[in-house]
């Protein structure tokens, strides 16, 4: 299984997403891999944000080595399923995948606790180290379902 998180700048939700769920993909032995990237291309090259790697270290996840990209066309390709943190995440990823589009494997991170809600993991860019707080809590509990739904059966 290749799981791939998405967000806008992959510098603040899509890197503690990557972080939370290959942690917990360590955690139960699984063959796994876990990426990240983020529609534009804004901090290319760059580390997650401060407060991502502050919060995420505060739960014993390591994001200090991560280092953001931007999403490709042939990510849809290269990935099994491709997690974004909200609607606009998904129609750039939409519009970068172009001919590739395939929607079977693109959804909002959320709806794996909601499903069919599209409810959005919101931007914490700017705010304080408590929305990113906030933003860890509700991807560690969609990654705990990702987890269960493809162990259990
Ligand atoms: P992210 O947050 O999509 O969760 O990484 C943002 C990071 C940077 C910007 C916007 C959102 N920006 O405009 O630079």
Same mark, same amino acid.
């Given at each position: 299984?290749?799981?791939?998180?998405?967000?806008?700048?992959?510098?603040?939700?899509?890197?503690?997403?990557?972080?939370?769920?290959?942690?917990?993909?360590?955690?139960?032995?699984?063959?796994?891999?876990?990426?990240?990237?983020?529609?534009?291309?804004?901090?290319?090259?760059?580390? !997650?944000? +401060?407060?991502?790697?502050?919060?995420?270290?505060?739960? /014993?996840?390591?994001?200090?080595? #991560?280092?953001?990209? $931007?999403?490709?066309?042939?990510?849809?390709?290269?990935?099994?399923?491709?997690?974004?943190?909200?609607?606009?995440?998904?129609?750039?990823?939409?519009?970068?995948?172009?001919?590739?589009?395939?929607?079977?494997?693109?959804?909002?991170?959320?709806?794996?606790?909601? !499903?069919? +809600?599209?409810?959005?993991?919101?931007?914490?860019?700017? /705010?304080?180290?408590?929305?990113? #707080?906030?933003?860890? $809590?509700?991807?560690?509990?969609?990654?705990?379902?990702?987890?269960?739904?493809?162990?259990?059966?």
């Amino acid at each position: 299984m290749k799981v791939l998180m998405v967000c806008l700048g992959n510098i603040c939700r899509s890197p503690l997403a990557e972080g939370i769920l290959q942690s917990k993909v360590i955690q139960h032995k699984l063959d796994w891999q876990v990426d990240s990237a983020g529609t534009s291309n804004y901090h290319s090259g760059e580390a !997650p944000h +401060e407060l991502s790697q502050k919060v995420a270290l505060h739960y /014993g996840v390591d994001i200090t080595q #991560q280092v953001c990209r $931007q999403f490709a066309k042939v990510d849809i390709l290269k990935f099994d399923k491709i997690y974004v943190m909200d609607k606009s995440n998904y129609k750039e990823v939409e519009r970068i995948a172009g001919i590739l589009w395939d929607a079977t494997k693109v959804d909002l991170l959320l709806n794996e606790l909601y !499903p069919k +809600e599209n409810r959005e993991v919101p931007d914490p860019w700017g /705010g304080t180290e408590k929305d990113f #707080q906030n933003v860890y $809590q509700m991807i560690e509990k969609a990654c705990d379902k990702i987890i269960l739904k493809y162990t259990s059966n």
